[in-house]
């Protein structure tokens, strides 16, 4: 197992790269549009799914939708309990040699390298996400972290063909998925802003704030990890948590975590 999860997230990354090339190379007015569609899902599955709420729980909601959450991010081979005890690491060792994927350690080591070899052990990922662990649904969409990703990209083959699956979803996968996390995890503790003088290096760059619908204002979230918001100012435009607000105006989720008012706007 443990060297699948070090060989298979290579070999997909190549695979999807490959096939967002190919698409690129003739794109049509279509192929936009499933683009859109698919940067969208995977934006709610990663920033919403996987990253506010499994690794920061950052709002509630039921067990049923959390599976649905966890689904959703396992369809673009994301892992709610490796996902959040591996970023739960992150900001405890943050900006030191512990953490999984420093900037310290290279460009090459936050794009890629933390993804084959991240230096995390099992019990560790398994420690930091334990409130994750009692639910024997989202353990096994760590065992099997494949299986979904391969089955989305099946359904997605057999209704739309090899085009929708290189225009969507690997086009959109490599964008929002890959190098989106990637300038976050680099250029988000290197290049912006700092609001917040914290122990960690993370700046709020205005450019990924927009582009990543709300990730790319990371000192606001290193500063307060479990607010369900990250954009703090009118201006800090966060797309995710505008999406957060209208899932609990459709009772899907609940108790969306604000940061102390007085505090965030210092």
């Excluded at 995390?120 to 009692?134: I, Q, Y």
């Amino acid at each position: 197992m443990a060297e699948a999860r070090r060989a298979l997230p290579a070999a997909a990354i190549l695979v999807a790269h490959v096939m967002a090339l190919s698409a690129l190379a003739r794109m049509r007015r279509a192929d936009w549009v499933a683009f859109a569609v698919f940067a969208t899902l995977i934006s709610l599955a990663v920033g919403a799914g996987l990253h506010r709420y499994f690794a920061h729980r950052a709002f509630r909601t039921s067990r049923a939708f959390q599976l649905i959450l966890g689904l959703l991010g396992g369809a673009f081979f994301g892992d709610p309990v490796g996902f959040a005890g591996k970023h739960r690491l992150h900001h405890r060792y943050s900006d030191t040699p512990r953490d999984p994927h420093s900037p310290d350690e290279g460009a090459w080591h936050c794009w890629l390298g933390h993804l084959v070899d991240d230096r995390c052990s099992e019990r560790a990922v398994l420690a930091a996400a334990h409130d994750l662990v009692r639910y024997p649904e989202l353990m096994w969409l760590h065992r099997f972290f494949y299986v979904p990703g391969i089955a989305a990209v099946f359904l997605v083959a057999v209704f739309g063909g090899y085009r929708l699956v290189a225009a969507g979803y690997a086009l959109a996968w490599c964008v929002m998925a890959f190098h989106g996390p990637a300038l976050v995890n680099y250029f988000c503790h290197r290049v912006g802003r700092r609001r917040y003088e914290i122990p960690d290096r993370s700046t709020n760059n205005v450019l990924l704030g927009v582009l990543l619908l709300g990730e790319g204002w990371h000192n606001n979230h290193h500063r307060f990890p479990r607010a369900a918001r990250a954009g703090f100012r009118w201006y800090e435009i966060d797309l995710i948590f505008y999406g957060l607000k209208l899932l609990s105006w459709l009772g899907l989720v609940w108790d969306l975590r604000e940061p102390p008012a007085a505090r965030r706007l210092a």
